[in-house]
């Protein structure tokens, strides 16, 4: 990487690096997911689960908002690519590391509110990841920024391998909920080294060539705000499903609720977390596209972006609930899958609506409409909150609990989803073709019922992934029927190989 801006890779090939380690990142995190409760009882991923929640409402905002953030300054300051670096950094010593200590500090008033004093300690170190993620994020966001996808991706894969080394080293070594979070410490400390290393640091021509703070850090303000937002719809269910049941069963019963229902959130956000690469590549396309103000260009990343996205994330989303019970079993064990089997169902369609409240929410934000993102996810966590809060109350001795939890987190995302999707069309024109919403709903439909009725439940773990794939078989045919996938798609990733190809624009 030059002084001045890094070589960029082309967006085809940059959705091939980052879809590969995003991939990989999920493959992983869902490794490490289901082999930690073989290593903790229920009680204690459950206590891991929402000290997890916790951080990571607050890590997601600091990693997605500066990368978003970096990506953004670098895309509008061409050629100064270490000047925005240098800015970025600066920024975190301002409010990344302020804010990493203030998370500490505030551990012991947390633990208090929810009555458990075991929580203490994760939480403070969850306060460390927080500020290493702050800065790290800081390279990342140069990659992207400077369409440098392949030093990205590397990055995610190793940070991935890092991550789940040190979370199931400590709990294979018995060391429990404190001992997983520090392994995640150390895991962000080393990738915070390699990043140093990979991408480097602004160096001499970087700090002299010095780019103010103040409109970065407003932007990201506002991006924060939007995430914080955002990722509080992901986990507000986990914290009052912690905090409602504590307070009318008990620390023990409450604990084990939350392990049984993270199990069904991981199984549900694959659909989620499977389309997370496309918001990567995207931002920094909108934000050119908008801020040369073609607009042609936007409503075609918006139309290519939210289609393939809902279609791929349908996909897996039936594939989960189609067989939630078997699919549980399978990487959870029986207990897991006959507690978290209803809340499957709802969450994973749940979270294909959360799939598009999160594209439209970074195309928002891309072209710089981060008061629409805001609003619209202000509106829906309100309202899951509210929701959320009283259903729980009032099932919380019913057996069904879990699943009404299910049943208002999925509704209120698929409300965010609508509404984010009215905000796409009030200011580009553009958002999912009705048509294509149709479509996959029918090829969704039928997919959902053959896998439903098919007589292989039940029947062991290789049934359970040959009843997958035939459900996966049977949408992409109906998805080929409809014509929803057809000649044209086949084109255009034609079109894609030969602009990779030697000669071609990439």
């Known amino acids: 990487m030059s002084d001045s801006e890094p070589k960029g890779t082309g967006a085809g090939r940059g959705v091939l690096y980052i879809a590969f380690a995003k991939f990989y990142f999920l493959l992983v995190g869902l490794v490490v997911q289901f082999r930690l409760p073989h290593y903790l009882s229920i009680e204690q991923y459950g206590r891991y689960g929402l000290v997890n929640s916790i951080a990571s409402m607050f890590n997601n905002v600091a990693v997605t908002g500066t990368i978003q953030s970096v990506s953004r300054t670098s895309t509008h300051e061409q050629g100064r690519a270490r000047a925005v670096q240098h800015a970025g950094l600066r920024m975190h010593v301002r409010l990344g590391l302020p804010i990493s200590i203030a998370f500490i500090a505030a551990a012991p008033l947390v633990a208090r509110l929810l009555d458990d004093p075991a929580k203490t300690a994760p939480l403070m170190l969850g306060g460390l990841i927080i500020g290493g993620y702050s800065f790290y994020a800081v390279f990342v966001g140069t990659a992207n920024g400077t369409h440098a996808f392949h030093k990205q991706a590397g990055l995610d894969v190793t940070f991935a391998t890092l991550r789940a080394i040190g979370l199931l080293g400590m709990a294979y070594l018995g060391l429990g909920v404190v001992g997983v979070v520090g392994g995640w410490v150390g895991a962000v400390a080393l990738i915070l080294c390699v990043a140093i290393a990979w991408v480097g640091l602004p160096g001499a021509k ?97 139309h290519i972006t939210t289609r393939y996205s809902l279609a791929f994330a349908t996909m897996i989303a039936v594939v989960m609930a189609a067989n939630p019970s078997d699919n549980l079993a399978l990487l959870y064990g029986d207990t897991y899958a006959h507690a978290g089997a209803p809340a499957l169902r709802l969450l994973a369609f749940g979270n294909v609506a959360f799939a598009i409240f999160a594209i439209a929410g970074t195309i928002l934000n891309g072209a710089g409409k981060s008061r629409a993102a805001i609003a619209s996810a202000a509106v829906t966590v309100g309202l899951s909150a509210i929701a959320n809060y009283l259903a729980i109350g009032t099932f919380a001795n019913s057996p069904d609990v879990l699943e009404i939890t299910a049943a208002v987190t999925a509704s209120a995302m698929l409300l965010g989803a609508v509404i984010t999707s009215w905000q796409l069309v009030r200011v580009f024109g553009a958002a999912v073709p009705l048509a294509s919403l149709a479509r996959i709903a029918i090829s969704a439909a039928g997919a959902y019922a053959a896998g439903h009725y098919l007589p292989l439940h039940g029947r062991g773990k290789l049934m359970t992934l040959v009843a997958a794939a035939v459900v996966a078989v049977v949408f992409l045919v109906l998805m080929v029927a409809t014509r929803e996938l057809g000649k044209r798609d086949l084109e255009a990733i034609k079109a894609v190989r030969r602009k990779r190809a030697p000669g071609g624009e990439s």
Not at 225 to 241: G, Q, R, S, T
Not at 260 to 273: G, I, K, M, W
């Open 206 to 302: 970087g700090r002299a060539d010095k780019l103010p703070v103040k409109p970065m850090f407003r932007y990201f303000v506002g991006v924060a705000l939007y995430l914080l937002l955002f990722n509080a719809l992901m986990f507000v269910d986990n914290f009052l499903l912690e905090l409602r049941l504590s307070d009318l069963l008990g620390h023990k019963v409450a604990d084990e609720a939350n392990g049984f229902y993270t199990a069904s959130q991981n199984l549900a956000r694959v659909s989620y977390q499977a389309i997370i690469a496309a918001t990567f590549v995207v931002f920094p396309l909108v934000s050119r596209s908008t801020f040369t103000e073609d607009r042609e260009t936007t409503k075609r990343y918006i």
